[in-house]
């Protein structure tokens, strides 16, 4: 039977914790892989930060407290307001 652990995911907007997920134990990313999630602090969709361990998480909030993931949130967020306009645009 398969083996699950819950990984936290955190936003690259606000820096808060977003809702976490059950993956496998051998199911491993590299360390701060991105994944486009739903953020309940932000209403929108937007890229977070995989982390598996406390210090993968600490390491996160110390890089998120210097601003080195502002610019690669402002991108996401562009990004995703240009394909929202493009579906208006296209009638879906």
């Not at 993956?23 to 929108?44: D, E, G, M, T």
């Not at 937007?46 to 402002?74: C, I, L, Q, R």
């Amino acid at each position: 039977m398969a083996q699950f652990e819950q990984h936290k995911f955190f936003c690259l907007n606000c820096g808060r914790e977003g809702i976490p997920l059950s993956r496998k134990v051998n199911h491993k990313h590299k360390a701060f892989h991105r994944k486009k999630l739903y953020c309940p602090w932000c209403k929108q969709e937007v890229n977070h930060v995989e982390v598996s361990t406390p210090a993968e998480e600490a390491k996160f909030k110390e890089e998120f407290e210097k601003g080195m993931y502002k610019d690669e949130a402002a991108e996401t967020l562009a990004f995703i307001r240009a394909s929202s306009e493009w579906q208006k645009h296209l009638g879906r």
